[in-house]
């Protein structure tokens, strides 16, 4: 069994920042990719950025891009989210997810990954 458990967020001001950490359990870590999503009250499931099983890879949602950095260090089987120049609009839970992957492969579709985290909350006021 696979578990993910995220942590890191919080209540901050806009402009400020946070650092979200995703610890994944079992020993086969760095044969997943990664990814971050979000999903504010009455809103879909938002990708985020993902991450390929060797850090060598990644790619973001435009409304993040420029903002959040995802990385992942496979020694310590956790998968982060730097957050910066943080909008009340990034205001929502944010989740991780883990699937078994292809080296070099990453996913952006929430419904391609086979684990997930129980999410923590961001709040960004104004």
């Known amino acids: 069994q696979v578990s993910l458990v995220e942590s890191g967020g919080g209540l901050v001001q806009a402009g400020g920042s946070l650092r979200l950490s995703c610890a994944v359990s079992?020993?086969?870590?760095?044969?997943?990719?990664m990814g971050w999503f979000r999903q504010a009250p009455g809103k879909e499931r938002e990708f985020l950025a993902a991450?390929?099983?060797?850090?060598?890879?990644?790619d973001y949602a435009d409304s993040v891009k420029g903002r959040f950095t995802i990385s992942r260090d496979n020694a310590k089987n956790t998968v982060y989210l730097q957050m910066n120049s943080l909008k009340p609009d990034d205001t929502a839970v944010y989740s991780c997810?883990?699937?078994?992957?292809?080296?070099?492969?990453?996913?952006?579709?929430?419904?391609?990954?086979?684990?997930w985290g129980q999410g923590t909350q961001v709040t960004v006021s104004s």
């Open positions: 991450i390929s099983r060797s850090g060598s890879n990644t």
């Open positions: 079992g020993r086969t870590f760095s044969s997943y990719a």
């Open positions: 997810a883990a699937r078994t992957s292809i080296y070099y492969m990453y996913y952006k579709d929430p419904g391609d990954y086979h684990y």
